[in-house]
């Protein structure tokens, strides 16, 4: 216990100086609790997402509120208020008010209606399956979980408000954390704007299945003077719904594309793929980069990979988590670096180098055509 308060308070101290990475130390750090309570604390947190509690909270601000003040605001008996938080004042903090957000309330709903589940069923699952490692996309611990044959996203969108919610999640999880294009992760100068040739293309960058281009936009307000085109690509439907909204001075062109179809850009500078991979598992994996791959010029074009590359030492708590994430939900798994080695190889593409940031689970792989 000493030795815990000790390293949790190196951690507080580099949090104060806002050193990168500080907050997940302390998050991880924070894991050294008994396990006993967690189950009780989540369905907590979950509740106060349907009575509205934080945002009671964040409404009396400083002033606060009594116990039977809340329990009016809430619908709460004030005997059961009173067991699930044990204090006779209530007053908001930091923390409460971001918890009222849209985005944390959703994120609370989602990890506790959709995610946890999956979970609780892993003991049977296994066991029905003979403790084997799951391969299908619609029979998993998740459709064992909410009695579907669906595969994960198809029952996002078929239960709402699933799918928004899971939207907020995914935002809330990379939410204060650094970008694969950011000063200090990956040098977009020095290996994308310099050296662009338009000769070759005018496209600078091409994000592959990158949603609604939130990527695009901040990369090209990062770089406000790059060079070349950036063209978003996603499905149909997707695109559809980026044109509706697209101003005549968007940052970038949007295109609709499937990835496992032949990339239609030849010669641009660099293809990002943004968390696209670890949705699939190894043979769908090298189906994608073999569908980018006639597109590349050699010596010039350059893959971008921004994906989780799990520590076979020492994970940190959001890449495990995500690791378990993947195989809950689609029974697919995070990679080593070995293992994201295996797939470029597998496709005749060269390993380049692993770009990190502290505290950001995600890295960027940098490849290109093996000579």
């Known amino acids: 216990m000493a030795s815990l308060l000790q390293r949790i308070a190196a951690a507080g101290k580099t949090y104060e100086g806002n050193e990168a990475g500080s907050r997940e130390d ?72 971001g918890l ?26 296994f066991k029905k399956i003979g403790y084997k490692q799951p391969t299908s996309l619609t029979d998993g611990p998740f459709q064992d979980a909410h009695r579907t044959q669906l595969p994960f996203f198809d029952w996002l969108v078929a239960t709402p408000p699933n799918l928004q919610h899971f939207g907020s999640f995914m935002a809330a999880y990379r939410a204060g954390k650094a970008n694969w294009y950011d000063p200090g992760f990956y040098p977009v100068a020095d290996r994308l704007i310099h050296g662009f040739d338009s000769s070759m293309s005018d496209i600078l960058l091409v994000d592959v299945g990158g949603g609604e281009g939130h990527d695009m936009t901040l990369f090209a307000a990062q770089h406000t003077f790059h060079p070349g085109r950036i063209v978003l690509q996603d499905r149909e439907p997707v695109i559809a719904s980026v044109v509706e909204t697209l101003k005549a001075d968007s940052p970038f062109e949007a295109q609709a594309h499937d990835f496992f179809t032949t990339q239609p850009i030849k010669g641009a500078r660099a293809y990002s793929l943004h968390s696209i991979l670890h949705d699939w598992g190894d043979d769908d994996g090298v189906r994608i980069l073999e569908n980018l791959k006639p597109a590349l010029r050699p010596g010039y074009s350059r893959v971008l990979l921004n994906e989780i590359v799990l ?35 597998r496709v005749g593409l060269k390993f380049v180098k692993i770009y990190t940031y502290p505290g950001v689970a995600e890295s960027v792989i940098e490849a290109e055509l093996a000579s």
């Open 26 to 97: 302390l998050i991880n750090l924070s894991r050294a609790r008994s396990f006993w309570a967690e189950s009780a604390m989540s369905a907590h947190i979950r509740l106060a997402v349907d009575v509205q509690l934080f945002q009671h909270l964040r409404d009396f601000g400083d002033i606060g509120l009594s116990a039977q003040t809340l329990a009016e605001k809430t619908g709460l008996d004030v005997l059961l208020l009173g067991r699930l938080i044990e204090t006779s004042s209530f007053h908001a903090t930091a923390l409460s008010n």
């Open 100 to 125: 009222s957000e849209e985005i944390y309330q959703h994120s609370i709903s989602f990890g506790y209606d959709a995610a946890r589940p999956s979970f609780n069923a892993f003991p049977e699952y």
């Open 311 to 345: 520590s076979e030492e020492n994970p940190t708590l959001a890449a495990a988590s995500m690791d378990m994430m993947m195989l809950a939900h689609f029974a697919v798994r995070e990679r080593t670096e070995a293992d994201w080695k295996a797939i470029l190889e």
